[in-house]
């Protein structure tokens, strides 16, 4: 159903890789995110969320290293304890805090050397624009539905992304203190597509700006097209919605490779939540960047 399909979005669907370190543990955390062009000239659409990573990543380092700096004066000082968790107030930092993102764009544009960030005010929602690059690395860009009133209910629909972070290629620098990239061990990500369809339209005063399926979105897919047997797109995955079901089980007994046990369950039907594709139409108009409509065959 999808074969063609997919192949036609993988030419233009990307990986973000992450790693990340937080303040309270010292392994490293790979981390994965999808976006997609929109065009021929270096514009991408991910989530906001997604885009928030990149653009703060650099201000979560900077705060860190002026805690640690301030820190450094109280190390021979025996009220260490108290300066440190009062610092720790002051920096706004938490055992699940993270000290430091890293961010990788996988096979977009090469030696590109600036970025653009648009995040949608209220929508999960940004666009990314690579900047002075040498070369495109993707082929070809999205066309999105023309007729959004084709976005019913029941449509079988496809979503592409990388939730599965199997890369390799980072470390920590026990010289820096840092953790880097390297040019060793895995660099790709495999893409995966998961299916469903079209269960209801989600609505903000009164308007319609998303779109539930009936499947969930894993992690890593978030930004990645949502589209039809023909490639159109008509959103774009946002986040899973977890609706409890109801049918509770609570300290019931069953019985379980012969032995009686008692259980308890609370069951929850995840489903996937997507940017509709008005929106993101309409965003990039807004920012007056060039994308391309098309009709299901």
Request: proline share 5%; charged share 25%.
């Amino acid at each position: 159903m999808f074969v063609d399909a997919i192949e036609k979005i993988d030419q233009f669907t990307r990986p973000v890789h992450f790693i990340i370190r937080y303040y309270a543990g010292s392994d490293i955390v790979p981390g994965t995110a999808t976006l997609f062009f929109v065009n021929e000239d270096g514009f991408a659409v991910t989530c906001r969320h997604v885009a928030r990573q990149i653009l703060y990543a650099n201000s979560i380092y900077e705060n860190y290293l002026k805690f640690k700096g301030e820190l450094r004066k109280f190390e021979k000082d025996p009220g260490l304890a108290t300066q440190r968790n009062l610092l720790e107030t002051q920096y706004k930092i938490a055992p699940d805090s993270p000290i430091r993102i890293l961010f990788n764009f996988i096979h977009c544009v090469s030696a590109y050397k600036g970025l653009t960030v648009h995040l949608h005010p209220t929508q999960d929602l940004a666009i990314i624009q690579f900047r002075h690059y040498e070369s495109k690395q993707y082929q070809s860009h999205a066309h999105f539905l023309k007729d959004s009133r084709l976005v019913k209910q029941g449509r079988y629909l496809c979503r592409l992304g990388y939730p599965f972070p199997e890369f390799t290629n980072y470390r920590f620098n026990k010289h820096t203190g840092d953790i880097e990239w390297t040019t060793e061990g895995k660099i790709k990500t495999p893409s995966f597509p998961i299916d469903g369809i079209i269960t209801r339209h989600i609505g903000d005063n009164s308007e319609v700006v998303g779109i539930e399926m009936s499947t969930p979105g894993l992690r890593g897919q978030s930004g990645g097209p949502l589209f039809d047997q023909n490639g159109i797109i008509y959103g774009m995955q946002s986040s899973t919605r977890h609706l409890h079901l109801g049918f509770d089980q609570v300290n019931r007994e069953v019985t379980i490779d012969g032995h009686r046990k008692r259980v308890s369950n609370y069951p929850f039907l995840n489903v996937g939540q997507c940017v509709h594709v008005d929106v993101i139409k309409q965003f990039l108009k807004e920012k007056n960047i060039r994308y391309y409509e098309a009709d299901p065959a």
